[in-house]
C-alpha cells in the first residue's frame, strides 16, 4: 500500500505536531498565572483534534466535542457521579448566573466553575477553527509566525524563560509546515511521480534543512542582547530580589548579596564642579558575611544644623591635604539622602531645601540627611551610647556645597606606621566570616610572602587583583556563587570575572585575613569632565555607571586611606611616591586622571579595556589551541572518511567474501552485488538483477561475465538447482576476476 | 533486453518460431509472446491497425502447427450460430444434422470482434471458455489445441459494441504488432515480391506435439518468491488509488500460466522475475480500468503498470 495513498497518516502526524505547537502556548500559563493543572487544556486541545481528524464526518464532531468537554469538566470540578443529572443542573445554573458578568467582564465575581465551562468553550472553538484553517486549509505560516510571536514576547517582558519554547517550536512549526506542503503536493503530482521514496526523501531532506538551520543557530556565536532584561531598561529601575535577577547599576543601600551580572545605565545622577576629581564616597560597611555587606554596630550624632557644623579629622589626619570645593547638582531621577563628599569632609553649605537636618553615622562617617527635627528614640549600650533610630523622614538634597580636602599620602609615612592598632579598631575591621575558606587566606600570604609592612602588603594584594591579569573585569556573565559558597572564594578561585564589588570585598577580605584592618567603601568614580567654570574648576558628570566600590585601610596614626583593586578602575588618591626618591621636595605626581574620565570608564562598564584581557577562565584546561586542533583533526578525518565511505565499505564487502570461500555461491554472489552496488549504482528494488546488468555502465566483457554469474544465480534461486562442479568453480573464478577489476 | 538465441531454446519451440519468423520479420518478442499464449492454452487479443500482419502471423500459426485455420470476420449482422454451426433439418434421413460453425477448428482469427452484437460476442467468448459449443440442447467439443486469436480496430468508434471488461478478462494476452522498422519493412518487400512465403510454409509439428509441449510448460517450476511476487502485483493493481478496477485471480492464474510458458519458449524449466516484469503489461492491461478523475490527470493503465511494477520488490533471494 501506497503511502501516498495513507493521506490519514500525515493527518495524523500533522495533529501531533500542531499539538506540540498547541502545548507550547499552554505551558507558560502555569508559571505565569494560577493555573494550577495543565492537563484538562491539554486534554481539551488533544481531544479536539483527535476528535476532527478521525471523524470524517463534520456534522458529527460538534456533539463529541460537547460531550467531551461536559465529561472534562466533570472530571475536573465534581465529585457527583457522572451520569445523575444534578452536576449538569448545577453547572447550568451557575452559567446563566454568570453569563451577564462576563459580558462585564467581572471576572473576579464569577464562580470558578462558569469561568473554566467558558473558558474551555472558548478553547475548545479557537481549538476547533485552528484545526480547520491548518490541518484542512493548509494555512500554517501565520500561525506558526504567531506562536513565535507569542513566546518570544512572553520571554521578552515576564519572567518566563521560552527559549527552549522558541527552539521546539521552530522545529515543530517547520516540519508542520513541511507535512502540508508535502500533502498538498501528493494531491497534485501526476501518477508517474508518485513514489513512496520520493515522498520521503522530500521529508527527509526538509527534515535536514530544519536540523541544520537549528543547529546552525544553536552553535552558532550570538551577539549578546542589548536588552538583556527589556522589563527594567523600560521601567528603568533596578530589580531587587534574587542575585540572578539582572540588576541595574547604581547606587543602592543594600550590599547583603553581592554579584549577579549587571545592565548598563547612563541615567545622570549629578553634576558636580570641582577643583580636584576624587571618589565621591557616600558609605562604609564593616561585617563581611559571605555574601555581602552589612553595617556593624552604629553610633549617631543627630546634627540639627548642619551648616554650621564642622566636621574634623574624620577619616585621616597626619597627611598633607588639599583642600576641595566642590558643588553637587542633582537633576537627575534619582536623588539621594546619603551625601557623597570627596576625601574627607569638613563643612557643608547651601543646600536645598534647607530644613534638613543630619543624622552622621560616626563609624562609617556617612551623612544621612532628614527633614526637620531628629528625635532621639533610645539611649541604650554598655558606654551609654546614644543611638538613634532612623524614624523621620529620610530627605533627598537637591544640592549641596562641600568644602572637603584629599589626603596626598606620603608613602614614607605609611610604610612606617606599624601594626600598632587601636582595640577598637581591631576589634571591628578585622572580622571575617567563621567559615571563609582558608584558601583565601593562603593566597593572601602567598601574594604577600615579599612584603614586610601592611602597606607594601596592600600595595601587593591591589597590584595582585589588578594586574596579574587573572582576574577578568565583567558585568554582563558574571556567574553567581552557588548557595552557601562564600562570595570571595568563588570569585577567587572559580569565577574569576565580577565587577567593583567583586574587586574591592576580595582585597577587603585579603587583606582582614592578614591582620590589616580594612573596610569596604561605596560611593562614585571621579565621573567624566564636561567642561569648566569660571574658575578653572571641572564641570563632573556622574551617572549611574559611575556607581562604584573600593576599600579604605588603616594607618595608625594616619587613619583611613582608599585603596583601588578593580582592574580597569585608576585610583584617584593623590600618593606622594618619596620611597623611591630621595628628594620628596619634587612635585607630588598627580593620578593621571586625564584619560579616566573618558566616556566608557565608569563603573567600569568598560569594554574596551577588556578586548585585552582574554585570560583562560581555568588554569588547568586544555588549551583552546589543542582543542581547535584536535577538533580539525577530528572534523578532517571525519571528511576524508566521509569521501572514501565508498572504498571502506568496499574493502570491508572484499574482506567478508576473502574470509569465508566455502560460503554457498549464492552468499557470493550477494556479496559481489553489493560491492557492485558501492561501486556502480544501487539496484532498485523493483529492477531484477538482469535489468540491473544491463544498465550499468560496465565494460562489456564484464557485463558478459556478470550475466553469466546472473544466470548461475537464477539457475540456484529460481530453479532450485544446485550448480555443478565445473560450473561452481567457473563461477569462482569469475566472482574473482570482477573482484580484482572493480574500482570505484 | 536482447532477444534470447534460438539455439537456447526448447527445440520444438525454436523450429516454430524460426518458421513463422519466415513470413513475419521481426517481431519475434510478439511471437514469443504468442507462443507462450498458445502453449499456456489461452487465446489472445490483437488490439491493432489493419495491414500490420495479423492474419499472417496467425496463418502462419496455424500452419505451422499442421493445424485447421478458419477466420472469422465479425459483422453487425453475424448471429451466434454463424460463429458455432447450425443444426439443419436433413430431409432425407429426417433428422436435424448439425452443421459445424468456423469455430471447429485448431486456430481461429476472430477479425474486428467488436464489430458484433454482444450476443455473437458473448457465443465466441464462451466457446473460447468452455471449449466446447452447445446448439439446440447438444454439446460439442472444440478442436485441441483450440486458439482463438481475436482483433480489435482501435481507431473506429463508429457502430461497434466494446466488448464489456468481463469478457475481455477470458483473453489472456492483449499484444499489439505495431510497425515494422524501415529495415525491416524493406527485408519484407523483397521477400514478398517474388512469392507469397505463407505459401510455402510447411508444417514443423503438430497438433499431438503441441499439447505435449503444452503439458510440458504446465510443469515449469515457480519459486515461492516469484509467486509471491505475482501475487503482490496483483495486488498491487487492486489497492492502487488510481484504479477502478483490479486484476481479479483470474488475473493472477493467468499470469502464472503465462510466465511458465515463456520461460519454457525461453527453454527454461524455471521462471525468472524478468519474464513476470515482461508479461505483467500484456496480461494485466485489458483487465484493469483506469479511475475516470485519474485518467484527467494523465494516468493510463500502462502508467500505472510501469510504476506498480519499478515500486514492487522484486524477489532476488
Redesign the interface.
Known amino acids: 500500500?501506497?503511502v501516498?495513498?495513507r493521506s490519514t497518516i500525515w493527518q495524523w502526524i500533522s495533529a501531533l505536531l500542531l499539538f506540540f505547537m498547541l502545548r507550547e502556548w499552554l505551558l507558560p500559563l502555569q508559571e505565569l498565572t494560577d493555573t494550577g493543572v495543565l492537563w484538562p487544556f491539554l486534554v481539551i486541545v488533544a481531544g479536539v483534534l483527535v476528535i476532527d481528524v478521525a471523524i470524517p464526518h463534520r456534522w458529527a464532531t460538534l456533539p463529541l466535542k460537547v460531550l467531551g468537554l461536559l465529561w472534562l469538566l466533570h472530571a475536573t470540578l465534581f465529585d457527583a457521579p457522572l451520569f445523575a443529572t444534578d452536576w449538569l443542573a448545577e453547572l447550568y445554573r451557575h452559567i446563566v448566573h454568570d453569563l451577564p458578568l462576563a459580558f462585564r467582564q467581572d471576572w473576579g465575581a464569577m464562580s470558578i466553575l462558569s469561568r473554566n465551562a467558558l473558558f474551555d468553550t472558548m478553547l475548545l472553538v479557537l481549538i476547533t477553527m485552528l484545526t480547520y484553517l491548518v490541518l484542512e486549509q493548509r494555512q500554517g505560516l501565520w500561525f506558526v509566525f504567531l506562536t513565535e510571536l507569542y513566546l518570544a514576547v512572553l520571554d521578552t517582558f515576564l519572567p518566563y524563560d521560552a527559549s527552549a519554547g522558541i527552539v521546539r517550536t521552530l522545529i515543530f512549526g517547520f516540519l508542520l509546515l513541511s507535512v502540508s506542503h508535502l500533502m498538498r503536493m501528493t494531491s497534485m503530482a501526476?501518477?508517474?511521480e508518485?513514489?513512496?521514496r520520493i515522498l520521503f526523501g522530500s521529508l527527509l531532506a526538509s527534515l535536514l534543512v530544519i536540523m541544520i538551520s537549528v543547529g546552525i543557530g544553536y552553535a552558532a556565536p550570538k551577539k549578546a542582547a542589548s536588552w538583556p532584561d527589556p522589563i527594567a531598561f523600560l521601567l528603568g529601575s533596578g530589580m531587587e530580589g534574587s542575585p540572578a535577577v539582572m540588576k541595574k547599576v547604581g547606587y543602592d543601600n543594600n550590599d547583603e548579596r553581592l554579584g549577579g551580572p549587571f545592565q548598563q545605565d547612563n541615567t545622570l545622577v549629578f553634576t558636580a564642579t570641582t577643583n580636584e576629581r576624587s571618589y565621591w564616597r557616600g558609605d562604609s560597611k564593616d561585617v563581611y558575611t559571605g555574601v555581602g555587606w552589612e553595617k556593624g554596630e552604629r553610633e549617631y550624632e543627630a546634627i540639627l544644623d548642619p551648616q554650621n557644623y564642622e566636621w574634623k579629622n574624620e577619616l585621616f589626619r597626619g597627611l598633607e591635604t588639599k583642600k576641595v570645593e566642590a558643588t553637587l547638582q542633582f537633576n537627575g531621577p534619582q536623588q539621594f539622602a546619603t551625601v557623597f563628599y570627596p576625601g574627607q569632609l569638613n563643612k557643608m553649605s547651601n543646600y536645598a531645601p534647607p530644613n534638613a537636618t543630619v543624622v552622621y553615622d560616626k563609624q562609617n562617617q556617612q551623612l544621612e540627611v532628614r527633614a526637620g527635627k531628629i528625635n532621639l528614640i533610645r539611649a541604650t549600650g554598655e558606654n551609654g551610647r546614644k543611638e538613634y533610630g532612623p524614624n523621620t523622614l529620610l530627605l533627598k538634597l537637591n544640592q549641596y556645597k562641600l568644602d572637603a580636602e584629599v589626603p596626598i599620602v606620603s608613602e614614607k609615612a605609611v610604610i612606617a606606621a606599624g601594626t600598632d592598632y587601636p582595640d577598637e579598631i581591631k576589634e571591628r575591621y578585622l572580622q571575617l566570616p567563621a567559615n571563609l575558606p582558608p584558601r583565601v587566606k593562603e593566597l593572601a600570604q602567598s601574594v604577600t610572602k615579599n612584603a614586610k609592612t601592611p602597606y607594601e602588603k596592600v600595595r601587593a594584594i591591589e597590584n595582585y587583583l589588578r594586574t596579574s591579569g587573572k582576574y577578568k573585569y565583567e558585568t554582563k556573565d558574571v556567574p553567581v556563587a552557588a548557595e552557601g559558597q562564600d562570595f570571595v572564594d568563588h570569585f577567587l578561585f572559580e569565577s574569576m570575572r565580577g565587577y567593583c564589588d567583586h574587586f574591592s570585598t576580595s582585597m577587603a577580605v585579603m587583606l582582614r585575613s592578614l591582620d590589616i584592618p580594612t573596610r569596604w567603601v561605596k560611593g562614585f568614580a571621579p565621573g567624566q569632565r564636561v567642561g569648566s567654570d569660571e574658575k578653572n574648576r571641572d564641570i563632573m558628570e556622574v551617572r549611574n555607571k559611575d556607581a562604584h566600590s573600593w576599600v579604605e585601610v588603616y594607618f595608625p596614626g594616619y587613619g583611613w586611606i582608599p585603596f583601588e583593586a578593580t582592574s580597569t578602575f585608576v585610583s584617584p588618591v593623590r600618593f606622594n611616591y618619596d620611597l623611591r626618591t630621595s628628594q620628596p621636595q619634587l612635585p607630588i605626581p598627580v593620578p593621571d586622571l586625564g584619560n579616566q574620565t573618558s566616556p566608557d570608564r565608569g563603573d567600569g562598564r568598560f569594554d574596551r579595556l577588556e578586548e585585552g584581557d582574554a585570560i583562560p577562565q581555568k588554569r588547568f584546561s586544555i588549551p583552546w589551541q589543542v582543542n581547535v586542533a584536535l577538533l580539525g583533526v577530528a572534523a578532517g578525518a571525519g571528511f576524508l572518511a566521509w569521501r572514501r565511505r565508498k572504498e571502506i565499505q568496499i574493502w570491508w564487502l572484499r574482506r567478508q567474501i576473502d574470509l569465508d570461500k566455502s560460503n554457498k555461491y549464492?552468499d557470493r554472489f550477494?556479496l559481489l552485488l553489493r560491492v557492485m552496488e558501492r561501486v556502480y549504482t544501487r539496484r532498485?528494488?523493483?529492477?531484477?538483477?538482469?535489468?540491473y546488468a544491463?544498465r550499468i555502465t560496465i565494460p562489456a566483457d564484464k557485463r558478459q561475465d556478470l550475466r553469466y554469474l546472473t544466470e548461475m544465480y537464477?539457475?540456484t534461486?529460481?530453479?532450485?538447482?544446485e550448480l555443478e562442479q565445473k560450473a561452481r568453480s567457473v563461477a569462482e573464478q569469475l566472482i574473482e576476476r570482477l573482484l580484482r577489476q572493480l574500482k570505484p | 533486453m536482447n532477444p534470447i538465441k534460438l539455439e537456447q531454446m526448447h527445440p520444438a519451440i525454436a523450429k516454430l518460431i524460426d518458421n513463422i519468423e519466415k513470413v513475419l520479420i521481426g517481431k519475434r518478442s510478439v511471437i514469443e509472446m504468442m507462443v507462450a499464449a498458445v502453449l499456456a492454452n489461452g487465446h489472445v487479443l490483437l488490439e491493432d491497425v489493419p495491414g500490420v500482419g495479423k492474419t499472417m502471423l496467425v496463418r502462419a500459426l496455424a500452419k505451422s502447427i499442421g493445424g485447421e485455420f478458419k477466420r472469422i470476420q465479425f459483422t453487425p449482422d453475424l448471429l451466434p450460430t454463424d460463429v458455432t454451426g447450425v443444426a439443419i433439418f436433413n430431409q432425407q434421413t429426417m433428422q436435424f444434422e448439425f452443421r459445424q460453425g468456423p469455430l471447429f477448428a485448431n486456430v481461429i482469427l476472430a477479425d474486428e470482434i467488436n464489430r458484433t452484437s454482444p450476443k455473437t460476442q458473448s457465443a465466441l467468448l464462451e466457446a473460447m471458455e468452455e471449449r466446447s459449443v452447445t446448439v439446440d440442447g447438444a454439446t460439442y467439443r472444440l478442436a485441441d489445441p483450440f486458439f482463438v486469436m481475436a482483433t480489435q480496430n482501435p481507431l473506429e468508434y463508429e457502430g461497434t459494441f466494446p466488448l464489456p471488461e468481463a469478457q475481455l478478462d477470458r483473453f489472456l494476452m492483449q499484444l499489439r504488432l505495431g510497425y515494422p522498422t524501415v529495415e525491416e519493412e524493406m527485408r519484407m518487400l523483397s521477400r514478398f515480391s517474388e512469392v507469397n512465403p505463407l505459401a510455402q510454409l510447411e508444417p514443423v509439428m503438430t497438433a499431438t506435439d503441441l499439447v505435449q509441449l503444452q503439458k510440458e510448460a504446465a510443469s515449469v517450476k515457480v519459486s515461492e518468491g516469484v509467486k509471491e511476487y505475482i501475487v503482490r502485483l496483483c495486488h498491487r493493481t487492486r489497492d492502487h488509488h488510481h484504479i477502478y478496477l483490479g486484476v481479479s485471480p483470474r488475473g493472477s492464474l493467468a499470469l502464472y500460466k503465462a510466465v511458465q510458458a515463456l520461460a519454457f519458449v525461453r527453454g527454461r524449466d524455471y521462471v525468472i522475475p524478468d519474464d513476470v516484469k515482461e508479461l505483467v503489461p500484456v496480461v494485466f492491461a485489458h483487465r484493469m480500468i483506469v479511475k475516470p478523475e485519474a485518467r484527467l490527470e494523465g494516468a493510463t493503465v500502462d502508467r500505472v503498470l510501469t510504476v506498480i511494477l519499478a515500486e514492487t520488490r522484486v524477489p532476488v533471494s
Open positions: 500500500m501506497s501516498w495513498k501526476t501518477v508517474t508518485k513514489r513512496s549464492t550477494n532498485q528494488s523493483g529492477e531484477t538483477l538482469r535489468e544491463s537464477e539457475r534461486v529460481y530453479g532450485y538447482k
